[in-house]
């Protein structure tokens, strides 16, 4: 018997997990990490610290005014000293150019290493691309979206998925991708399942399900970083809606959807 999704909720790595859910109209209500760039190991660890830090220690980070600044800060009250070494650079994704752009980084959860100046490459990465949170409605909009992300997970977990779109990858081995990724959940206390889809350059459309621990893999062949940087600008975009089509239809073929309003979480 199929299990019961009652709630899935998009995690990133951007836009296109939400446009997913939209489509195939999956999305009944809003997730705290719709229209992020965030990586999945970052989303678990905010999830494990029941969104504590999510709206703390926030960067504003704009290079053509070379203006850095720190905001509700809870942790710290130095900003991380990258932030200042990329003023340096021109700012962007693949090829879109951020230069004029104001970024807000929750930089809890982000590393010592140098940061690239295409935030493509960062391994770890928090930016609240579409939210000003700087607007205390905004603010607090998104903080009643982690109240109620909390409140299904505590109330729903066994009725709950997360779903995840990765930025193009190169694998040398997808298996231990794979259990990579069952280990970090592991690690992080994440219980309901996970649903993943996997872009890569050099492997073959497959699909993988665990039962046990409550993933659901499949892999996406598609054009490596330097093809769809030159031809698109923006990785794994959603040229149609056919796009996703047949991974749809895998995971309809693993779940049934039931999905509930978000006025009806109790």
């Known amino acids: ?42 989303a678990f660890k905010v999830i494990h610290n029941r969104f504590d830090d999510y709206l703390h ?28 070494e ?72 066994e009725t709950t998925a997360l779903f995840y779109i990765t930025k193009i990858i190169h694998c040398e081995n997808i298996v231990d991708y794979m259990n990579g990724i069952v280990e970090l959940k592991k690690k992080y206390g994440i219980n309901c399942f996970l649903i993943l889809i996997i872009h890569c350059d050099n492997v073959e459309d497959n699909t993988h399900y665990n039962e046990e621990d409550k993933c659901l893999f499949i892999i996406k062949k598609g054009d490596d970083y330097e093809t769809q940087n030159s031809k698109y600008k923006i990785d794994n975009d959603m040229p149609n809606n056919d796009y996703y089509k047949k991974e749809f239809d895998i995971i309809s073929n693993y779940f049934t959807f039931d999905p509930i309003e978000k006025n009806d979480v109790v």
Not at 58 to 71: A, D, E, H, K, M
Request: proline share 1%.
């Open 1 to 42: 018997m199929k299990p019961t999704i009652q709630f899935i909720f998009g995690l990133g790595y951007r836009c296109y997990s939400v446009d997913f859910l939209n489509l195939y109209k999956l999305r009944k209500m809003s997730s705290p990490f719709d229209y992020l760039y965030i990586d999945l190991e970052t």
């Open 57 to 84: 220690d926030i960067v504003l980070f704009n290079r053509s005014t070379t203006n850095i600044g720190l905001y509700y800060n809870k942790n710290t009250t130095l900003i991380n000293k990258n932030f200042y």
């Open 86 to 157: 990329l003023l340096e650079k021109d700012i962007g994704y693949m090829g879109h150019n951020y230069n004029e752009n104001y970024l807000l980084f929750n930089q809890n959860y982000l590393n010592d290493e140098k940061f690239d100046n295409n935030l493509y490459n960062w391994k770890n990465i928090f930016c609240f691309l579409h939210h000003n949170i700087l607007d205390i409605n905004i603010y607090n909009t998104l903080n009643k979206r982690c109240e109620r992300f909390n409140k299904v997970i505590d109330n729903y977990n």
